[in-house]
Structure formats: C-alpha cells, structure tokens
C-alpha cells in the first residue's frame, strides 16, 4: 500500500514565523505535490516536484518555497506565515511512467492556523 | 486554474439508495479519478480509470470513465452511513504531460441519514 505521510496533522504558528511542513512517500514515487484546500476554493495547486531537486510552481506559489533534497521527501516552507495562509495543506505523490503518472495518492493533511 | 464541473454539489439521501455524480470538461482527459474525503482527513482515492468507455467497480462503487473522453460518473448503491463524505472527481492528461499534474472538481458533498 502507498503511504504518504506528513509531519504534523495540526499546527498553530504566529504571524512573521517561519514554517516548514513535511511530507514523505515510501513508495519511490517520482511526483510529489503541495495542495491546499479552502471552503469554496477546492484544492489549489502550490507547488510540485517530478524529480530530487526539481521543482515547478502550480497555481499559487506566492509566500510559499519548496525543498526535494531527497526522492522520498517534500518540503512545503511558509518564510513568514501570514493569515490568509490559515489552511488545510495536503501533500500527494504518484510514479511517473503511463497512466500512473496521474495516480496521486494524498497525505492526510496539516490543518495549520496562524494567529 | 482550471476546475471540472462535478455535480450535484451535495447530497442528502436515505439509507439505503443509489447515489449518482458527475464530472465534465470541455476537454479531453487521459485519466478520469475518484476520491473521497472524509472530514479533516486527506482524499483516499477510490477508482482510476484510464480508458475511454472504461467501467470498474469497488465493491458497492462503480465508475465510468466517458467514451468523449469529457466526463466520468460515479455511482454508490445502497447506501450507508459510513458512505458521508466529499467525493472528488480529477482528471490527468498523462501522455500530453509527464508532470502528473490533474484538474480537480469541487467536490459533492454526502450526507447519508440512516
């Protein structure tokens, strides 16, 4: 079974702190993904990585850095949390090869709150 | 970005019934995906289709990737409590693009009384 875990399932950071959300994949998988969910707005692509050290923006990369040092882990890193980034986060990995390519498999989530 | 139109947006059925949803695109996609989450988890994926006119099923689930290509359906019969939830449809162009990137709907949310 593919496991996708994260660091910590809830976190409360104050406004200007520097955040750091980890994500780990056990099933060798290429893709991993940075998503974050808000009511109304479903799930919105932050970042993604296809590769160690790779990494590409998705569609809202603004306040928010990545690091793939390593295959199996994805770094999601808020330099100074600010409100607006209070969110469920989700991080997700999939093979790259063919269809499974598309297969994303989800961690269960960070609910993080900035005060 | 770019969503899918799932509908409906929610449901509120009895125990007991068949529940149908939907996803369309005004494109094409190579891979149709079903996910459902539960509250305060992350989405568990249920069925992947990844051929035109593909059914599969997963035990009282059956998904139906659309022979245009477009839309996808899922249905659940007989439902159950434990059915609550947001089901997720996404779609992957795997093939055209290697990123894994897909497209997601909005979610239908479930709600089951017993």
């Known amino acids: 079974d593919v496991k996708v875990t994260q660091s910590s399932r809830y976190l409360v950071k104050r406004t200007g702190e520097k955040v750091f959300l980890e994500c780990v994949q056990d099933?060798?998988?290429?893709?991993m993904f940075w998503y974050r969910q808000d009511p109304g707005l479903g799930l919105r692509l932050i970042y993604f990585?296809?590769?160690?050290?790779?990494?590409e923006k998705g569609d809202i990369p603004e306040g928010y850095s990545v690091s793939r040092e390593k295959k199996e882990r994805f770094s999601l890193i808020l330099e100074s949390a600010s409100t607006n980034q209070t969110s469920m986060y989700l991080c997700?990995?999939?093979?790259?090869?063919?269809?499974?390519?598309?297969?994303?498999?989800f961690g269960p989530g960070t609910r993080l709150t900035v005060l | 970005g770019q969503q899918l139109n799932q509908s409906p947006q929610s449901m509120f059925i009895q125990e007991g019934e068949d529940v149908s949803m939907n996803c369309t695109s005004s494109s094409i996609f190579n891979t149709w995906l079903w996910y459902k989450q539960e509250p305060g988890e992350g989405p568990v994926l249920l069925i992947a289709?990844?051929?035109?006119?593909e059914l599969t099923s997963n035990g009282r689930l059956t998904a139906q990737f659309g022979i245009t290509r477009k839309d996808s359906f899922l249905n659940i019969s007989a439902s159950i409590p434990s059915d609550v939830g947001i089901y997720f449809c996404a779609g992957g162009r795997w093939g055209s693009s290697n990123t894994g990137k897909l497209i997601f709907g909005q979610g239908t949310t479930l709600q089951v009384k017993p």
């Open positions: 990585s296809y590769d160690v050290k790779m990494k």
């Open positions: 289709l990844y051929k035109a006119g």
């Open positions: 099933m060798d998988h290429e893709n």
């Open positions: 997700a990995s999939s093979k790259r090869g063919g269809a499974s390519t598309d297969t994303q498999y």
